[in-house]
Protein backbone atom coordinates (compact mmCIF):
# COMPACT_ATOMS: atom_id res chain seq x y z
CA UNK A 1 0.00 0.00 0.00
CA UNK A 2 1.84 3.36 -1.12
CA UNK A 3 1.48 6.19 1.26
CA UNK A 4 -1.24 8.13 -0.92
CA UNK A 5 -3.71 5.26 -0.42
CA UNK A 6 -2.85 4.95 3.52
CA UNK A 7 -3.68 8.74 3.84
CA UNK A 8 -6.81 8.47 1.44
CA UNK A 9 -8.05 5.66 3.68
CA UNK A 10 -7.51 7.73 6.91
CA UNK A 11 -9.20 11.11 4.92
CA UNK A 12 -11.82 11.34 7.95
CA UNK A 13 -9.89 11.22 10.49
CA UNK A 14 -6.77 13.44 9.24
CA UNK A 15 -9.68 15.87 8.07
CA UNK A 16 -11.31 15.95 11.96
CA UNK A 17 -8.04 16.63 13.55
CA UNK A 18 -6.48 19.37 10.98
CA UNK A 19 -9.75 21.16 11.24
CA UNK A 20 -9.80 20.83 14.74
CA UNK A 21 -6.77 22.56 15.06
CA UNK A 22 -7.56 25.47 13.09
CA UNK A 23 -10.90 26.07 15.07
CA UNK A 24 -8.62 26.01 17.89
CA UNK A 25 -6.27 28.80 16.42
CA UNK A 26 -9.47 30.63 15.58
CA UNK A 27 -11.10 30.47 18.51
CA UNK A 28 -7.96 31.68 20.54
CA UNK A 29 -8.01 34.81 17.90
CA UNK A 30 -11.61 36.07 17.61
CA UNK A 31 -13.95 33.97 20.37
CA UNK A 32 -14.96 34.45 23.29
CA UNK A 33 -14.11 38.59 22.76
CA UNK A 34 -16.97 39.56 25.37
CA UNK A 35 -14.53 38.16 28.01
CA UNK A 36 -11.14 40.03 26.65
CA UNK A 37 -12.46 43.81 25.59
CA UNK A 38 -11.53 45.56 23.05
CA UNK A 39 -8.18 45.66 21.53
CA UNK A 40 -5.58 48.06 22.59
CA UNK A 41 -2.57 46.88 20.61
CA UNK A 42 -1.39 44.20 18.31
CA UNK A 43 1.78 42.51 18.60
CA UNK A 44 3.15 41.12 14.98
CA UNK A 45 5.17 38.15 14.56
CA UNK A 46 9.30 38.95 13.78
CA UNK A 47 9.37 39.13 10.04
CA UNK A 48 11.97 35.91 10.37
CA UNK A 49 9.73 34.04 12.18
CA UNK A 50 7.15 34.26 9.50
CA UNK A 51 9.62 33.64 6.74
CA UNK A 52 10.71 30.54 8.57
CA UNK A 53 6.93 29.74 8.89
CA UNK A 54 5.92 30.52 5.14
CA UNK A 55 8.83 28.14 4.09
CA UNK A 56 7.25 25.19 5.85
CA UNK A 57 4.59 25.71 4.94
CA UNK A 58 5.32 26.26 0.85
CA UNK A 59 7.22 22.88 1.16
CA UNK A 60 3.86 21.33 2.52
CA UNK A 61 1.91 22.68 0.04
CA UNK A 62 4.24 21.41 -2.53
CA UNK A 63 3.93 18.11 -1.10
CA UNK A 64 -0.09 18.98 -1.56
CA UNK A 65 0.26 19.38 -4.92
CA UNK A 66 2.61 16.33 -6.06
CA UNK A 67 -0.15 14.69 -3.91
CA UNK A 68 -2.78 15.74 -5.94
CA UNK A 69 -0.35 14.85 -9.12
CA UNK A 70 0.22 11.87 -8.76
CA UNK A 71 -3.32 10.46 -7.20
CA UNK A 72 -4.57 7.20 -8.09
CA UNK A 73 -8.15 7.91 -6.70
CA UNK A 74 -10.97 10.41 -6.32
CA UNK A 75 -10.59 9.97 -2.28
CA UNK A 76 -6.82 10.87 -2.29
CA UNK A 77 -7.20 13.65 -4.75
CA UNK A 78 -10.00 15.57 -2.97
CA UNK A 79 -8.10 14.76 0.84
CA UNK A 80 -4.71 17.16 -1.13
CA UNK A 81 -7.58 19.79 -2.50
CA UNK A 82 -8.85 20.22 1.48
CA UNK A 83 -5.72 20.02 3.24
CA UNK A 84 -3.87 22.55 0.84
CA UNK A 85 -7.23 25.00 1.20
CA UNK A 86 -6.85 24.49 5.12
CA UNK A 87 -2.57 25.01 4.77
CA UNK A 88 -3.22 28.13 2.89
CA UNK A 89 -5.81 28.99 6.13
CA UNK A 90 -4.02 27.82 8.54
CA UNK A 91 -1.07 29.86 7.21
CA UNK A 92 -3.38 32.91 7.54
CA UNK A 93 -4.39 32.69 11.00
CA UNK A 94 -0.91 32.26 11.93
CA UNK A 95 0.13 35.62 10.45
CA UNK A 96 -2.39 37.43 12.92
CA UNK A 97 -1.34 39.47 15.53
CA UNK A 98 -1.43 38.96 19.24
CA UNK A 99 -3.54 41.22 21.08
CA UNK A 100 -3.01 43.44 24.00
CA UNK A 101 -6.58 43.80 25.26
CA UNK A 102 -8.46 45.63 27.96
CA UNK A 103 -9.09 42.39 29.95
CA UNK A 104 -6.31 40.58 28.96
CA UNK A 105 -3.55 39.37 26.22
CA UNK A 106 -4.81 37.08 23.27
CA UNK A 107 -1.79 34.74 23.01
CA UNK A 108 -1.30 31.73 19.94
CA UNK A 109 -1.53 29.49 22.97
CA UNK A 110 -4.75 31.52 24.81
CA UNK A 111 -6.03 34.08 26.51
CA UNK A 112 -4.72 35.32 30.11
CA UNK A 113 -6.31 37.95 32.02
CA UNK A 114 -4.39 40.85 33.49
CA UNK A 115 -4.81 39.70 37.09
CA UNK A 116 -3.22 36.29 37.18
CA UNK A 117 -0.17 37.61 35.33
CA UNK A 118 2.12 37.52 38.59
CA UNK A 119 6.18 37.61 35.87
CA UNK A 120 7.66 38.19 33.37
CA UNK A 121 10.29 35.31 32.67
CA UNK A 122 13.58 36.13 30.75
CA UNK A 123 13.03 33.53 27.12
CA UNK A 124 16.60 34.21 26.25
CA UNK A 125 15.26 35.00 22.86
CA UNK A 126 14.97 38.74 21.50
CA UNK A 127 10.96 38.38 20.15
CA UNK A 128 9.52 35.81 22.49
CA UNK A 129 8.26 37.36 25.98
CA UNK A 130 7.10 34.38 28.36
CA UNK A 131 4.45 35.30 30.30
CA UNK A 132 3.75 33.59 34.00
CA UNK A 133 0.51 33.42 35.73
CA UNK A 134 -1.61 31.38 37.95
CA UNK A 135 -4.84 29.30 36.32
CA UNK A 136 -8.29 30.46 36.84
CA UNK A 137 -11.54 27.78 37.58
CA UNK A 138 -12.40 28.33 33.82
CA UNK A 139 -9.27 26.83 32.54
CA UNK A 140 -9.85 23.65 33.92
CA UNK A 141 -11.52 22.33 30.36
CA UNK A 142 -7.82 23.49 29.12
CA UNK A 143 -5.71 20.96 31.52
CA UNK A 144 -2.88 19.04 30.78
CA UNK A 145 -1.61 15.63 31.14
CA UNK A 146 0.09 16.76 34.61
CA UNK A 147 -3.04 18.59 35.80
CA UNK A 148 -4.77 15.71 35.23
CA UNK A 149 -2.84 13.61 37.28
CA UNK A 150 -2.49 16.10 39.98
CA UNK A 151 -6.64 16.31 39.66
CA UNK A 152 -6.96 12.81 40.13
CA UNK A 153 -4.47 12.84 43.32
CA UNK A 154 -6.90 15.59 44.70
CA UNK A 155 -4.73 18.48 44.46
CA UNK A 156 -6.22 21.87 43.31
CA UNK A 157 -4.87 22.89 39.95
CA UNK A 158 -6.70 26.34 40.08
CA UNK A 159 -3.93 28.51 40.86
CA UNK A 160 -1.24 26.44 39.45
CA UNK A 161 1.97 28.71 37.74
CA UNK A 162 1.79 28.42 34.34
CA UNK A 163 3.67 30.28 31.61
CA UNK A 164 2.37 31.37 27.79
CA UNK A 165 4.52 32.71 24.84
CA UNK A 166 4.23 36.01 23.28
CA UNK A 167 5.89 36.22 20.13
CA UNK A 168 7.05 39.76 19.55
CA UNK A 169 9.28 42.03 17.40
CA UNK A 170 13.04 42.60 18.96
CA UNK A 171 12.53 46.31 19.15
CA UNK A 172 9.00 45.95 20.75
CA UNK A 173 10.05 43.16 23.70
CA UNK A 174 11.73 45.61 26.18
CA UNK A 175 8.52 48.17 25.90
CA UNK A 176 6.36 45.06 25.56
CA UNK A 177 7.72 43.63 29.03
CA UNK A 178 7.30 47.01 31.09
CA UNK A 179 3.84 47.82 29.70
CA UNK A 180 1.94 44.16 30.56
CA UNK A 181 3.64 44.22 34.43
CA UNK A 182 2.52 47.56 34.53
CA UNK A 183 -1.01 46.66 33.80
CA UNK A 184 -1.00 43.53 35.49
CA UNK A 185 0.02 45.07 38.73
CA UNK A 186 -3.04 48.19 38.05
CA UNK A 187 -5.80 45.70 37.69
CA UNK A 188 -4.40 43.38 40.50
CA UNK A 189 -4.36 46.49 42.77
CA UNK A 190 -7.87 47.27 41.28
CA UNK A 191 -8.97 43.59 42.63
CA UNK A 192 -7.45 44.04 45.75
CA UNK A 193 -9.31 47.73 46.12
CA UNK A 194 -12.85 46.15 45.28
CA UNK A 195 -12.33 43.26 47.56
CA UNK A 196 -11.32 45.16 50.85
CA UNK A 197 -14.49 47.40 49.87
CA UNK A 198 -17.26 44.36 49.55
CA UNK A 199 -15.36 42.91 52.51
CA UNK A 200 -15.88 46.38 54.82
CA UNK A 201 -19.53 47.15 53.64
CA UNK A 202 -20.22 42.95 54.42
CA UNK A 203 -18.96 43.92 58.44
CA UNK A 204 -21.06 46.86 58.49
CA UNK A 205 -24.05 45.20 57.50
Known amino acids: MSIIDYISRYFIL ?6 GLICRQ ?22 QVIAVNAGLYV ?6 IYG ?3 GRTKESTYFFILLFAELVVG ?29 IRDSGKKHV ?3 LYRAEPDEARQCGASDIRDARKGIDIHGKKRSKKIYCRPEEK ?13 KQRAGTSVLGQGKSEVNEL
Open 174 to 186: EQLEKFILEKAET
Open 68 to 70: IWI
Open 91 to 119: FLIDCLPQRICENGIRTYQGFVPWPSIYK
Open 59 to 64: VLLLLC
Open 14 to 19: YQVFIL
Open 129 to 131: IMI
Open 26 to 47: WYYHFGNEARSGQAIYKIRKPR
